[in-house]
């Protein structure tokens, strides 16, 4: 089992910036794909971004592309998520996750943390 801990989520205004990082308690796979995925109220959780712990295979939501930038450092066995020109429809509850996979229709992931409240105000 994984323990994925998230931090750096709080309250932001429109064109804002924050820094999501976290911190796993070790690697499923030593090159395993980590990721970020969010839940707006009402909505479903939807993929983010992920990234493997070599610092390749990076993809992003079409909504958070170029504003958003997802990062590693596998000697600390943490993953980061800078979010820049943060908007209103980014507010939601971000989840990191290990294993991430893409399917035909959609992402999965293997593990979960308990995730971070960002919310962004107009």
């Known amino acids: 089992q994984v323990q994925l801990v998230e931090s750096g989520g709080g309250l932001v205004q429109a064109g804002g910036s924050l820094r999501l990082s976290c911190a796993a308690s070790r690697r499923t796979f030593s090159n395993d794909y980590m990721g970020w995925f969010r839940q707006a109220p009402g909505k479903e959780r939807e993929f983010v971004a992920r990234?493997?712990?070599?610092?390749?295979?990076?993809y992003y939501a079409d909504s958070v592309k170029g504003r958003f930038t997802i990062s590693g450092d596998a000697a600390k066995n943490t993953v980061y998520l800078q979010m820049n020109s943060l908007k209103p429809e980014d507010t939601g509850i971000y989840y990191c996750?290990?294993?991430?996979?893409?399917?035909?229709?959609?992402?999965?992931?293997?593990?979960w943390g308990q995730g971070t409240q960002v919310t962004v105000s107009s």
């Open positions: 990234i493997n712990w070599s610092g390749g295979s990076i």
């Open positions: 996750a290990a294993s991430v996979l893409k399917g035909s229709n959609s992402w999965y992931a293997g593990y």
